[in-house]
């Protein structure tokens, strides 16, 4: 249903541009522009969808000169009828745009409002919704196609196939407990049949969601070691500038850095940390400083998804290597052996334990790099292809784990023998769970939460 208020906001970014837009949506948007649009005639007159040539005033003079175009309800963003004026970039223009626009009694929208009215107004569902922030953030060609796929509803197209699966066989199913004693052998592995199609299908939609999920928030990539292994050196090669500062002095890094490449569509942020190692008491206030850092690089260690172990391959594995190498707390690391362009040293008696990969780098020459980025790249995808993912947040891959839990449980349900009506109301409970990403039933509060992180006037 159309709401009652007309909201308004600039719907692209603040600052110099050559044009910015200020929307208006809700009954009473046409009216409300035409108080102040002045072109050939007014907008209500003009045909739906096309630009006219006009003024914006103030009532006693001349805001901006505009292109101004009307939607009727039912074919616009939102759903409603609504105006969209194309002023000149700048924040005066559109500031003042809004300005006459909220004084005559149009509201200023709330961050993703016109989206959440799309959303309520029937124009496209929840996981399409969510689909529209992907776009907008996309930082990369591999993410904006995952989030064009999902506001395309490639996501809600499978989504509701699957869902449309658990309820026709959780109702065939439930058809039958009335008469448990005519439920025969043939009947059941038919039923176990169709639960094994169905989890196959859950397992590749959430596979292919965690891909996009993954590529939605990029992956965090700490580079550890003992000091003066090339951690810096590695970060400034991988980025191709010079972002850590770099010299021979051990222990120049103190704390840690991030900064943010882009490789095959993920986005990779790393962490450069300061050197781990058993800071010597003797150290005085020079150790208790270091020991600071070492913390530091421990938590942002802990912290992140990967971890990129640096060694001297000219020098071999060291005790401090092995104190470096236990404080990766068990996470997925690839082994980097930096040096390689100098003569390698004999084979060490230390073990620096089980790694991912393990790859010949070279700060200096570039040696390595785009390997190591592959090797990141591997480690946050394995087998699935990024060319496959769909767009989602962390709330519908939970949703989707837990509905493809209960399919799972359903198919053990009938494997031991627990009954067809355990099974079919395992089925139900999943149906339930996959309605979720789509909004159906979807509190208000949930809507709150999801739109709130939209920018204004999207």
């Known amino acids: 249903m159309p709401s009652d208020d007309v909201i308004t906001a600039v719907a692209t970014a603040w600052g110099e541009a050559a044009i910015a837009i200020v929307r208006l949506s809700g009954v009473g948007s046409v009216a409300l522009a035409d108080s102040f649009y002045r072109g050939r ?23 901006d ?8 309800r039912g074919a ?43 959303f309520l107004n029937g124009r496209m569902d929840l996981a399409q ?25 490639e996501l809600s197209s499978r989504l509701m196939e699957l869902a449309d699966d658990l309820t026709e066989l959780s109702a ?14 043939a009947e059941t592995e038919e ?80 962490v450069d940390t300061a050197g781990v190692r058993d800071v010597p008491d003797f150290l005085g ?15 942002a260690i802990k912290e992140a998804d990967f971890c990129v172990l640096v060694i001297d391959a000219s020098e071999g594995p060291a005790d401090d290597d092995m104190t470096a190498a236990m404080s990766t707390h068990g996470k997925p690391a690839i082994l980097a052996a930096n040096k390689c362009d100098l003569p390698p ?61 209960c399919v799972s449980d359903a198919s053990s349900a009938l494997e031991h023998a627990c009954g067809v009506d355990v099974a079919g109301s395992l089925l139900a409970e999943a149906a339930e769970y996959i309605a979720s990403p789509l909004g159906r039933d979807a509190s208000e509060e949930l809507l709150d939460e999801i739109f709130s992180s939209f920018c204004v006037g999207k």
């Not at 005639?41 to 805001?63: F, H, I, Q, W």
């Not at 969510?130 to 506001?151: F, K, T």
């Not at 206030?285 to 421990?298: F, K, N, T």
């Not at 780098?361 to 060319?387: C, H, Q, R, Y």
Request: proline share 3%; hydrophobic share 40%; aromatic share 2%.
């Open 41 to 63: 005639r007014p907008l209500a007159d003009e045909p739906a969808r096309r630009m006219a040539l006009g003024v914006m005033t103030d009532g006693t003079s001349v805001v």
């Open 65 to 72: 000169e505009v292109l101004a175009v009307r939607f009727e």
């Open 76 to 118: 616009s963003y939102t759903g409603e009828e609504s105006v969209e004026i194309h002023c000149h970039g700048g924040s005066a223009a559109a500031r003042g745009c809004v300005d006459i626009l909220t004084d005559a009694g149009a509201r200023a929208a709330m961050p993703g409002e016109f989206t959440k009215r799309a």
């Open 129 to 153: 919704a969510e689909a529209v922030l992907g776009v907008i953030r996309a930082r990369s060609d591999a993410e904006l196609a995952s989030s064009g796929r999902a506001l395309q509803g």
């Open 172 to 185: 065939s199913i439930e058809a039958r407990i009335d008469f448990p004693e005519d439920v025969d052998d």
């Open 191 to 270: 039923f176990a049949r169709g639960i094994v199609c169905i989890k196959n299908k859950a397992d590749i939609l959430l596979e292919r969601c965690r891909v996009g999920l993954t590529l939605r928030n990029g992956v965090r990539a700490a580079i550890a070691g003992r000091p003066n292994v090339g951690k810096s050196s590695l970060m400034n090669a991988l980025l191709g500038s010079e972002r850590a500062i770099v010299t021979d002095i051990p222990g120049t890094t103190r704390d840690t850095l991030d900064a943010t490449l882009v490789h095959r569509g993920l986005s990779i942020t790393l």
């Open 285 to 299: 206030d020079a150790g208790m400083i270091e020991s600071l850092g070492v913390e530091r690089s421990r938590s």
């Open 345 to 405: 040293a004999e084979p060490g008696a230390v073990s620096l334990g089980d790694f991912a990969r393990e790859i010949n780098v070279s700060a200096l020459t570039g040696e390595g790099m785009t390997e190591l980025k592959d090797a990141i790249f591997e480690l946050a995808f394995g087998s699935s292809a990024a060319s496959d993912g769909l767009m989602s947040t962390e709330r519908v891959v939970n949703v989707l784990a837990s509905a493809r839990k």
